[in-house]
RNA sequence: GCCCCCAUAGCUCAGCGGAUAGAGCGUUGCCCUCCGGAGGCAAAGGCACAGGUUCGAGUCCUGUUGGGGGCACCA
């Protein structure tokens, strides 16, 4: 379906067409018609502001431009009172019988309702979590997770075709320190005499301990001689089956799992490597080539290292693409990667990532400029860091120092709705202060029930319906009354939510609307009655009918939000 | 030193250049005769500071202050 605010905007721009070739107004280049809702309901379901923006090219004062906009105004159907007020906006208000009748729509649509085909025919692609198999999932890592998952679900409401996928890496340093240190761990609990490394390379969490004593279980003391590759895979598996698991509980399921280990196994890196060099984009040195003569003093004998004249695309500084090892840094296999990701043919790449990666994306955008890919395939949503604080004190999480909360310890005790509600609620660009104490004492005042007890409120009518032997059949929605309408409202503006949160990356928003929307059903749930012996039989029909609708609209917002729609709390 | 993000109510946070800046939690008062009390009604309380752009700025620009993150031949 076609956005309603659109729709209108298109009846705007018309009328003042009209107004135009009428001589009412006089000629000047429109500019694009923004419908918005008015930020007070009194004021109507959208607002113009058109009139305004017209004054100085019109010439005219806005209040008479919006009185010639509104005599050639065309009303569309779903339109019923248009009002022009000072100084200068144009008011409009949805129609009531076409409101009504939206009851019907909502019921109709069921878990389709408010799907939109702005991504139709098109693919994206969404990468998130991405966190290499050394650990269980941290609290500060899930946030993305939620974030990159609800992205998904709206893209898809938005009518894109979704993949969801999760890139890792298998095979560096970081991999073989864990196989080492199960190795310990192992060997530990057999009960030889193992030394802890303490020069950082050992992994110190107790998951490790307790997998140790685990295999000594499962494979006696068959492994005594093994190196530390038989360990890595073993706990690479391992942790997979963890992160997996956990994110399952809170509904999140990668479609792919992308090996950046295969970029080198196919030798895309290198042909990345060709193909920047062939564009003349990479140079040999142990320095940039702006390096100040401090940076050549401090390189010494360093070897020559192959660099990326990022600087040409606005980089701050050239990037070391292959050091003088030979090996390539981390840059190469991030471009090739990316470039894997558009030759897969998505319309849209959404990469969600923690504040402290935020400056190695654009080094990818300008690989793949350089190139001659598109980069404004590629968008990143950037989420600042979370804050755990634990009794008012900030706790440090590293992995590898076994310092951490994990995400499944959350959900043990709060709840999974909890968890991604709380993750969710607030834009990616604000600081996330996790007090961990705090969301266990409010898991149970916290919106989330709110919102969903909206949804068991509605399925409790439908069950203490049917046993008084009441149903909506043959409802006749024009006999709903004005409180209901109000939900009604606030239910057309789903669309226009997905929609906005789609262009502008901003997942948050169906949160905030899914608690205005529980906050406009609760008051009128108190006033609106079904089952009451004062309200009439074709009344109560109807108004089980509504209530119907509504328990459609929140399945649908809780789905995007992937929490969970209880039928009784 | 340079780059990115942030600063809105006591607390946690919304607010995509428009009208009288919102919500949750907390505080205070009130409301259960028939589908809801994890509920309803009401009150108090706020845009860090200084300039600028604009018909119009919490929103855009510059600067200041304060907080977070990043500035490797680590990933």
């Known amino acids: 379906m076609k956005l309603l605010p659109y729709q209108l905007a298109q009846a705007v721009a018309d009328a003042i067409t009209s107004a135009q070739a009428n001589g009412d107004l006089p000629a000047f280049d429109l500019p694009d018609v923004e419908i918005r809702p008015p930020k007070r309901a009194e004021q109507g379901d959208y607002a113009a502001a058109i009139a305004m923006q017209l004054a100085k090219p019109a010439k005219l004062n806005p209040f008479y431009i919006a009185t010639q906009i509104n005599n050639h105004f065309i009303k569309p159907d779903f339109i019923g009172a248009v009002e022009v007020v000072h100084p200068g906006f144009i008011n409009f208000r949805l129609d009531d019988g076409w409101l009504k009748q939206q009851t019907e729509t909502i019921i109709a649509e069921g878990e389709q309702l408010a799907q939109l085909d702005i991504g139709a025919g098109k693919r994206a692609q969404v990468e998130f979590v991405s966190a290499n198999p050394t650990g269980p999932i941290t609290i500060g890592r899930s946030r993305g997770g939620m974030i990159g998952d609800t992205m998904a679900r709206l893209l898809e409401a938005a009518g894109y075709a979704v993949e969801r996928e999760y890139y890792f890496n298998n095979a560096g340093n970081q991999m073989r320190n864990l196989g080492n240190s199960l190795r310990l761990r192992y060997l530990e609990a057999l009960g030889h005499p193992v030394e802890i490394p303490t020069d950082g390379t050992f992994y110190q969490g107790d998951y490790l301990i307790d997998f140790g004593r685990e295999l000594v279980q499962e494979r006696g003391d068959s492994l005594v001689d093994a190196d530390w590759q038989p360990f890595k895979d073993l706990a690479e598996a391992k942790m997979f089956g963890w992160i997996k698991d956990t994110l399952t509980r809170v509904r999140i399921e990668h479609d792919t799992f992308f090996n950046e280990n295969s970029l080198y196994e196919n030798g895309a890196v290198w042909k990345v490597l060709k193909a920047l060099t062939e564009a003349d984009y990479t140079y040999k040195a142990a320095v940039p080539e702006d390096a100040t003569p401090e940076e050549h003093e401090e390189a010494g004998d360093k070897g020559a290292a192959t660099w990326f004249r990022s600087t040409q695309f606005g980089d701050g500084k050239d990037r070391v693409l292959v050091k003088s090892s030979g090996e390539p840094t981390y840059t190469l296999p991030d471009i090739a990667y990316h470039i894997n990701k558009l030759d897969r043919g998505f319309d849209l790449a959404i990469n969600v990532l923690g504040a402290d990666h935020a400056a190695q994306y654009k080094v990818v955008q300008y690989g793949l400029t350089a190139l001659g890919y598109d980069a404004a395939k590629v968008h990143v949503i950037i989420n600042q860091l979370v804050r755990a604080v634990r009794n008012g004190v900030e706790v440090k999480m590293s992995t590898r120092r076994g310092v951490y909360d994990t995400l499944d310890a959350l959900i043990d005790e709060t709840s999974a709705d909890a968890v991604r509600y709380l993750m969710l609620a607030r834009s990616a660009d604000s600081q996330m202060n996790f007090d961990l104490d705090l969301a266990v004492k409010q898991s149970n005042e916290n919106p989330v029930y709110y919102i969903q007890y909206a949804y068991v409120r509605c399925a409790g009518i439908f069950r203490e319906a049917a046993v008084r032997g009441v149903s909506d059949e043959g409802a006749d929605v024009t006999l709903l009354g004005e409180p209901e309408l109000s939900f009604l409202r606030k239910v057309m503006e789903l669309s226009d939510v997905i929609e906005t949160s789609v262009r502008n990356f901003e997942p948050h928003r169906i949160a905030f609307y899914a ?55």
């Open 515 to 569: 608690l205005e929307l529980a906050n406009a059903f609760h008051p009128i749930f108190d006033n609106v009655r079904v089952l009451h012996s004062e309200v009439p039989p074709d009344v109560a029909k109807a108004r089980l009918r509504f209530f119907g609708a509504a328990q459609v609209a929140f399945k649908r917002v809780l789905d995007l939000m992937g929490m969970s729609a209880p039928e009784v709390m």
